[in-house]
């Protein structure tokens, strides 16, 4: 029932909302993951989408809840900033190897609050790294704008914007549609338990059509997840009986992503 009304709003959105604004091709290129709410599933959704991708994770967090420390990247071991040193340098950073087991990383840093460049240091960096990498990049932000955010989002085909069906949440994605008009937004309905408000899902769909967004695959909401202690995405393992519906949920919402101005 749930994922009927969900698929349905998607298809009555892309009918609504046929001239979203696509930015060029490139290839490799850079997916952002943003939203100007805490807590609503950008950090699982950056790694998970990298790892389905092979991707090099870039993190632009920071706060210790990102997927940097989640990755086993301490800060306070290490001599160097990779973020902050690429930024500082011009230079292309080296991402950290997963082993397989993980995404590449490009890892955060604490201090890359006050060290951020401008909006537009940062898109040109990130698809020069892209392309010197001959690598596509998922970044995950911060939460709210700030500059590497909009950097993030300038640069990429496609920013994916996980949706928790909240009043709160849709308070804050009306916001984050309002200030940054004309880019390439793809809703992920987040976290959704089994019979979302219908309130919930028109104000969804008000939004997606009155600001051309199209809305992509929902993913569920899974008591698991929080209390989930490896540092290995799910989607990087062999799905299991308690994985597999979030495994083919992260699945399509990467499918979406590929499609999306293609
Ligand atoms: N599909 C899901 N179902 C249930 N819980 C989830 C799901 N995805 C992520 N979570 C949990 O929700 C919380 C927030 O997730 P996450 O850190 O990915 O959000 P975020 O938007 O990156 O947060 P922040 O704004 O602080 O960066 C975490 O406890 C995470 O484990
Ligand atoms: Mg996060």
Not at 139 to 163: I, K, L, N
Not at 228 to 233: L, Q, S
């Amino acid at each position: 029932m749930t994922s009927e009304a969900l698929s349905t709003l998607a298809a009555d959105v892309a009918a609504a909302v046929s001239t979203p604004y696509v930015p060029p091709v490139q290839e490799p290129d850079v997916v952002a993951v943003a939203g100007f709410k805490g807590g609503v599933g950008k950090s699982r959704t950056a790694k998970e989408l990298a790892a389905i991708f092979q991707a090099v994770l870039t993190d632009f967090e920071w706060d210790w809840g990102g997927v940097t420390r989640g990755w086993g990247y301490l800060e306070e071991t290490r001599q160097k900033a990779p973020l902050l040193e690429a930024f500082r340098s011009g230079r292309t950073p080296k991402p950290l190897s997963g082993q397989g087991r993980k995404p590449d990383l490009i890892p955060g840093h604490t201090d890359f609050e006050r060290n951020q460049p401008k909006a537009e240091v940062v898109a040109e960096s990130l698809t020069r790294w892209s392309q010197e990498l001959k690598r596509r990049l998922v970044v995950d932000t911060h939460p709210g704008g700030s500059e590497s955010t909009y950097g993030a989002m300038a640069a990429a085909r496609v920013t994916v914007v996980p949706v928790v069906l909240g009043d709160d949440e849709l308070r804050a994605l009306e916001g984050l549609l309002r200030t940054l008009t004309d880019y390439p937004l793809l809703l992920i309905p987040y976290k959704i338990g089994r019979s979302p408000a219908a309130w919930a899902l028109d104000e969804l769909e008000r939004l997606a059509v009155e600001y051309k967004a199209h809305v992509g695959p929902a993913v569920s909401n899974y008591s698991w997840i929080p209390n989930r202690r490896t540092r290995t995405p799910i989607c990087a393992s062999p799905p299991s009986a308690r994985t597999a519906n979030f495994v083919s949920e992260m699945q399509a919402v990467a499918e979406a992503v590929d499609r999306y101005g293609r």
